[in-house]
């Protein structure tokens, strides 16, 4: 058996310590956050892992990748930072009292107030069923909210709901190329183990 020298052993360990960025193909678009730097981002053909050993941390946005290793550090530090600053208000702001206004009023304001029986029966037809692949492209900001600036409601329920193109009204066809865009259902739904 090779007998390990202190010497050795320090470096070993440091080795596991090491964070490590990995890349892999990636043949799907999807939006995630840079967890060095916050920032929303889209994994274009290749995604970037931090790793710590064999425990994924998060992704690496393509800007933090054109930052030197010694850099990355740093903006982890800062990122770090920033979300000690929120954590702190949410803390704050946990400990209050919230008023917040009952569900019916909420589809009142929404133009969903009706209430009465007639909407089970219609239910399908007055809320139709929402397209998840589109609810994800808005909410993680694959679609870019200079694209739906100036939309009614209207405009942006047509985009969720509407699975027929031809269908949609002319305010609204330059997101076409957005709903063509195909996500896995498992990507959906995905969480991140090692957060």
């Known amino acids: 058996m090779k007998e390990i020298f202190p010497w050795e052993r320090t470096s070993q360990e440091e080795m596991i310590k090491m964070l490590k ?4 193909k990636s ?3 999807l939006s995630t956050v840079c967890v060095t730097c916050g920032t929303t981002y889209v994994i274009e053909k290749v995604e970037a892992i931090l790793l710590e ?3 994924r941390i998060g992704n690496v946005c393509k800007e933090c990748i054109k930052m030197r290793s010694q850099e990355i550090p740093m903006i982890l530090r800062q990122q770090s930072q920033r979300l000690r600053e929120k954590a702190k208000i949410l803390e704050e702001l946990s400990n209050r009292s919230i008023d917040c206004p ?3 009023e909420y589809l ?3 133009g969903d107030g009706n209430l009465g029986s007639e ?3 219609q239910g399908v037809k007055a809320n139709p069923q929402m397209i998840m ?3 994800f492209l808005i909410g993680e900001g694959i679609v870019p909210s200079e694209e739906l600036e100036g939309l009614q409601n209207e405009h942006i329920k047509i985009f969720l709901t509407e699975v027929d193109i031809s269908q949609w009204p002319p305010e609204i066809l330059h997101l076409k190329k957005y709903a063509e865009i195909e996500i896995d259902d498992k990507y959906l739904f995905r ?3 090692g957060i």
């Open 53 to 55: 050993g064999d425990r």
């Open 133 to 135: 692949s589109r609810v």
């Open 27 to 29: 043949d799907l678009f």
């Open 191 to 193: 969480f991140d183990e």
């Open 102 to 104: 009952p569900w019916d």
């Open 21 to 24: 960025v990995k890349l892999h």
């Open 108 to 110: 009142r304001a929404s």
């Open 119 to 121: 909407n089970v029966c």
